[in-house]
């Protein structure tokens, strides 16, 4: 599969490093994001200074309280179309290794980390 990513962002114009597979273990986006940071220092200097400097003592599950902690305190549950409530169990479950990542807790890591994220992704049909 990481060959068909590759493809397709080549064909996007982008250019793409593989440094490892990333697990697919439901920590996905937290792997990519931290072999990102830790190993193209065009990505760490776009960090602030206090994240960059920490970042190389994290790991996925790290950034993945992190961002979820900043999400919790960004967001209020209404801008996100959710009660109190309905948040506080999406943040509690948002926390638990394995779980996917949603979509806006790729906006908050985004916004967490102070740069723009381009996921590309190779979606594969065969047995469905």
């Given amino acids: 599969m990481a060959e068909q990513i590759l493809e397709t962002a080549t064909g996007l114009g982008q ?3 593989v440094h490892a597979v990333t697990p697919g273990d439901g920590n996905c ?14 990505v760490r200097q776009l960090l602030s200074n206090d994240i ?18 900043f999400a919790r305190a960004t967001f209020h549950p ?3 179309g959710m009660s109190e409530s309905e948040f506080d169990a ?9 779980a996917f990542a949603a979509n806006f807790m790729i906006t908050a890591a985004a916004m967490f980390l102070g740069v723009d994220i381009l996921m590309i992704s190779y979606q594969n049909s065969r047995g469905m």
């Fill in 15 to 17: 250019q793409l490093e």
């Fill in 29 to 42: 986006f937290y792997h990519a994001l931290i072999d990102q940071i830790q190993n193209r220092p065009e």
């Fill in 52 to 69: 960059a400097q920490s970042v190389d003592q994290m790991d996925h599950t790290d950034l993945r309280d992190r961002v979820v902690a």
């Fill in 78 to 80: 209404m801008e996100v």
């Fill in 90 to 98: 999406f943040c509690v479950q948002q926390k638990v290794p394995t």
